[in-house]
């Protein structure tokens, strides 16, 4: 079993002690008593999501004899706090999910085993490109099992009430500030055009790749400037002058509470994923979906797809490989786990799966399903995942945002503040 790098290690564990008090794990996954597989499986979410996957895993259990699997399920916090813990212990699950701030911070630390050898890992229906795009490092060692893209959901129910027309499709951002300053002005509820969220990750990153710059860098260092970002910022405070998004007294902080910001905005940006479980908090709504604003002469490529990813844990007894194989394949190739778990992780991954999904969809699902295909057909440059020691910037843009919609600080001070905390974060990680 390879170790972690030795600094990597020390700070880990110290995190570990930190984390002390949580529940313990057992030992690894492996033969149980009756001469069978047991194997470990880790993922974080909800309630719901937590009774759905067990349901999904015990409908695997049913069509693989000898397979057993033990699910070790948190919210998304605790989960990187205990995987934080089981790394320093070396007691990681056999299967777990990859938090997105840490994907290449586990990559580092040799978190991950490779995949593209397990013969029970179904990649057929992969093109060579798909898989090039999975790579980290040049090696398929995580498998993504959906799809995200960044995305401006509205309340087509509000917008009818209201008697507006949303900017056409290939409107600037411009112009969609333009119309939500002047939606505020006049509709009959008083509703505001958005939520004020300048710390959305993918919508910034949108931002970025269409202005010619980037979220992260190949190397492993921010791709983008401090004008541009604060140009970002300006976009945003621009609204909140105008009253055009939500206070942050009226939304309760830098994080809306959608069950109680849906009653009161035409539109949000977010992710595409969002509006399966968002949209059931108001079913008496019709939600649509519509791609990003898209700046005059954006650079070509612009668009992007965003992977949560799973991986196999390194130190994995060998002889549970096949059957690990054989779970993950079920996770992103079998129709019948998307069946049971929805789409709140984002489109299938595997195109034949995807087809599938898309052609038996319907409402909210198809709106989701619709807005990705777009994505997947899009000319892409290269995208590059958060580098060691930036798990913490969208909390400290969170944070920023609000300094300035409180006026303790310019755009221009912000924008700098934050690159040169998340430089600073990416510096001590090396």
């Not at 499986?41 to 057993?68: C, D, M, P, V």
């Not at 290449?104 to 060579?128: C, E, F, G, V, W």
């Not at 991986?311 to 779970?327: H, M, P, S, W």
């Amino acid at each position: 079993m390879s170790g972690l790098h030795r600094r990597g290690f020390l700070k880990l564990a110290a995190a570990g002690a930190l984390g002390a008090g949580l529940t313990a794990c057992g030992a690894g996954g492996g033969s149980d008593s009756g001469g069978g597989t047991t194997l470990r499986y880790a993922w974080w979410g909800n309630n719901i999501r937590q009774q759905n996957y067990s349901k999904a895993l015990k409908e695997f259990t049913a069509k693989n004899a000898g397979i057993q699997v033990e699910p070790e399920f948190a919210d998304y916090e605790a989960f990187q706090e205990r995987m934080t813990t089981q790394m320093a212990a070396r007691d990681v699950a056999d299967i777990f999910w990859v938090a997105s701030p840490q994907v290449m911070t586990y990559h580092k630390n040799k978190i991950y085993r490779r995949l593209d050898d397990i013969p029970s890992l179904n990649l057929a229906d992969y093109s060579k490109e798909e898989l090039e795009s999975f790579k980290l490092g040049g090696e398929l060692n995580t498998m993504p099992f959906g799809i995200f893209v960044p995305v401006i959901r509205y309340n087509e129910t509000f917008a009818k009430e209201d008697g507006v027309d949303l900017p056409p499709d290939d409107a600037d951002w411009e112009a969609w500030s333009a119309f939500l300053i002047d939606y505020v002005k006049d509709n009959p509820k008083q509703r505001k055009g958005m939520p004020y969220e300048p710390d959305a990750d993918l919508p910034f990153e949108a931002w970025l790749r269409q202005h010619g710059e980037q979220l992260w860098t190949q190397d492993g260092g921010p791709g983008f400037t401090a004008d541009t970002l604060r140009a970002w910022f300006d976009w945003w405070d621009k609204l909140r002058r105008a009253g055009a998004v939500m206070s942050l007294s009226e939304q309760e902080g830098m994080s809306p509470d959608w069950a109680l910001a849906g009653k009161k905005v035409l539109a949000k940006v977010g992710n595409s994923n969002h509006i399966i479980d968002d949209a059931k908090m108001f079913p008496d709504y019709r939600f649509k979906l519509r791609a990003m604003p898209v700046t005059k002469d954006a650079q070509a490529g612009h668009e992007f797809l965003y992977f949560p990813r799973m991986a196999i844990y390194q130190g994995i007894d060998d002889e549970n490989v096949e059957a690990a194989g054989k779970l993950i394949s079920y996770n992103t190739n079998d129709p019948a786990m998307i069946k049971t778990v929805g789409l709140t992780m984002g489109a299938p991954v595997n195109p034949k799966v995807f087809q599938q999904t898309l052609d038996g969809a319907k409402g909210d699902e198809k709106e989701m399903l619709t807005v990705v295909q777009a994505g997947r057909k899009a000319q892409r440059r290269p995208r590059f995942e958060a580098p060691p020691g930036s798990s913490t910037w969208r909390t400290a843009m969170a944070r920023v945002g609000e300094e300035i919609a409180l006026g303790r600080l310019s755009t221009a001070d912000g924008a700098k503040r934050l690159l040169d905390e998340i430089q600073a974060g990416i510096t001590r990680a090396k």
